[in-house]
């Protein structure tokens, strides 16, 4: 095993400060991405966590409300086709001449004596008989009624008013549902990450590890040579300090991966306090296909495009609802009422009609309502060929990027077991007295990076054909 770090000296010259390559790397990572391993935690796998996070996001509950609102909405347009049934109890006492009497005639209740032709039959002799007023019409008593009254309308014709709501509503169920799908998947690209990225966080505290053990064993050795005369003091001193700039970076790992342990308890909701640990590497496969053919699958396929063209149609239905202004509105009317002195069904009557209006002038009202409307589609539409052109872009760039990725992890592979050879060769010849110790610091501090690099290429592959998947519009927690 050999030790981290890269120190530039002389054999008999001071020692220098050790720092690592991996340092800003591993930083980095460990910030967002990292996870430590505590005691006795519950071990989830990337299923798991994926189902863990999907449940608790908070950004997916309110899509979900979302979707729930517009189905809603769904139900009230289509209620707006059938009759609206109201039910309806009203009580009144009045003295009003003109109420009274209406009152009393919808009792059935009225008599010639409520016209006032007891003033007309006393007065027979006056000649002037048709000026007389009646005293019990003009000064009625007070009457009290109840009416009951169950009313039904029905709309005959709406001019596409109700037809605009429901395309709108129904459309926006489905954007709903599309910009929940789109959600789901940037959650799952999220866990991805912060999973893939604690095999890789703890990786670098592997390879950190090994650096002490290593750092530790070179420091024995130097000992046993300066005892033995055959190299100076100032070369195990560079040694020592080698060896705790190892530590200091292997403290440094340790603490960023407990730092990623928290962020990632807050991804998938946990309590900061409860243990938590993950199962193996999730490895990504890349979808089969050309760019053409993974573009021409994104534009049909992507939630987020999917969820605009269903945005677009819900506009269309707000043009179609603008434009029903523009016709007459008809409807009918049945209507069942009961008029008593007290609570009751007395006095039964029925009404029958229908009825027609028409805003015939408004003064532009509804033609600036309709061109609103259709100017919201336009910019709708051009947002909508603007994310096409933009996730077209995003699928070819996330497919040059894991390809890249891929070769770059190959050349890495290659890179580890040269510098570990390497590292062998300069060993010996340290041993030996025919080099330096900054050649053979320098020869480990190659294969860190190479170790180092591998570990990023590795973690850079994984996330970049998860991306050709969101890209696509399919992103799953199989990854197959």
Known sequence: MKPLGLARKQRNGPPDTVQPPYTKALLGLALALAVATPALAETLDFSHCVDLALKQNPGLAATKSQITQAEAAVNQADGTRMPKVTLSLNGVRTNDALSAFGLKLGQRNTTFGDFGFSDFLTNTTNPNLLAIAPNDLNHPNAVTNFNTRIEAQLPLYTGGMIEGYVLQAQSSVQAAQDGDQAARQQVIFHVLQAYDGTHAARAYVEVAKQGEIAAQADVKMIENLVKQGVVVKSDLLSAQIFLENTRIQLKQAQNGAESALEQLHLLLGMPLSEPLDIGPRIEPSLLPGQVADLREQALANHPRIKAMRAQLAAAEGNIQVAKSGRYPQVGVTLRQDWND????????????????????????????????????????????????????????????????????????????????????????????????????????????????????????????????????????????
């Open 341 to 480: 002195k007290s609570l009751g069904l007395a006095s039964s009557s029925y009404t029958v009609g229908a009825q027609m209006s028409w805003n015939v002038f408004d003064a532009g009202v509804t033609n600036a309502a309709v061109n609103r409307a259709t100017s919201a589609k336009l910019e709708l539409a051009s947002r909508l060929q603007e994310t096409e052109s933009s996730v077209a872009y995003q699928v070819g760039d996330a497919m040059r990027k894991a390809d890249e990725a891929q070769h770059r992890l190959a050349v890495h592979d290659l890179s580890v077991a040269q510098a570990q050879e390497a590292l062998n060769l300069v060993e010996k010849r340290y041993q030996n007295g025919v080099t330096t110790l900054v050649e053979l610091l320098a020869a480990r501090t190659q294969l860190d990076k190479a170790k180092a690099d591998r570990v990023t290429a590795q973690y850079d592959l994984a996330v970049q054909r998860a991306s050709v998947r969101l890209a696509v519009g399919n992103l799953d927690p199989d990854l197959k």
